[in-house]
T-cell receptor, first 112, second 115 residues
Framework: KQEVTQIPAALSVPEGENLVLNCSFT??????LQWFRQDPGKGLTSLLL?????REQTSGRLNASLDKSSGRSTLYIAASQPGDSATYLC???????????FGKGTTLSVSS | GEEVAQTPKHLVRGEGQKAKLYCAPI?????VFWYQQVLKNEFKFLIS????????ETGMPKERFSAKCLPNSPCSLEIQATKLEDSAVYFC?????????????FGPGTRLTVT
């Protein structure tokens, strides 16, 4: 059974720092991995999608990497801003490719 | 539409009452997914559809939960005889085609409170 773990559970940094969020999964037979952002009381915003054949994806200050063989992904946020404060969730497709399995998220707080 | 729409935003039901939630996927998306977020960050997959056909229902509590996606109508998730433990935010997501290749786009959620 696929399990997704995110470390750390919470992170507080001052504005301007570069930071890395970690995601690990137990079954490497995934189709893709998706990083989401959730603001309090809101839905999920898709940040990056990495196909299983890809190693990384970039969007603005965000860079996500995927090492399928070791079951790991990282989300790198450059020059963090207070507006980046949110919960970041990592999700992988299940073995059948029919649903997403989520980690419990990393709650990020960026202070000005 | 360009966004996944969910109604209502909030729903309060007494224990034992029925709850019905609605989802309109992004126009042109063939796949619809329902997830339940209990506690702060625990997402649980419930069911997915490919057009009006059930794609994967392995996450559905069969006894009280049911869902439909009918042509030309919003998809729906219905909970018969709600229990306190059903209190959660229910998210709907849609995907374009070939679910494992494309991003899932999420709606704003429906917060169900069972009292």
């Amino acid at each position: 059974k696929q399990e997704v773990t995110q470390i750390p559970a919470a992170l507080s940094v001052p504005e301007g720092e570069n930071l890395v969020l970690n995601c690990s999964f137990t079954d490497s037979a995934i189709y893709n991995l998706q990083w989401f952002r959730q603001d309090p009381g809101k839905g999920l915003t898709s940040l990056l999608l990495i196909q299983s054949s890809q190693r990384e994806q970039t969007s603005g200050r965000l860079n996500a990497s995927l090492d399928k063989s070791s079951g790991r992904s990282t989300l790198y946020i450059a020059a963090s801003q207070p507006g980046d404060s949110a919960t970041y969730l990592c999700a992988v497709t299940n073995q059948a490719g029919t649903a997403l399995i989520f980690g419990k998220g990393t709650t990020l707080s960026v202070s000005s | 539409g360009e966004e996944v729409a969910q109604t209502p935003k909030h729903l309060v039901r007494g224990e034992g009452q029925k709850a019905k939630l609605y989802c309109a996927p992004i126009k042109g998306h063939s796949y619809v997914f329902w997830y339940q977020q209990v506690l702060k960050n625990e997402f649980k997959f419930l069911i997915s559809f490919q057009n009006e056909n059930v794609f994967d229902e392995t996450g559905m509590p069969k006894e009280r939960f049911s869902a439909k996606c009918l042509p030309n109508s919003p998809c729906s998730l219905e909970i018969q005889a709600t229990k306190l433990e059903d209190s959660a935010v229910y998210f709907c997501a849609s995907s374009q085609t070939q679910v494992f290749s494309y991003e899932q786009y999420f709606g704003p959620g429906t917060r169900l409170t069972v009292t």
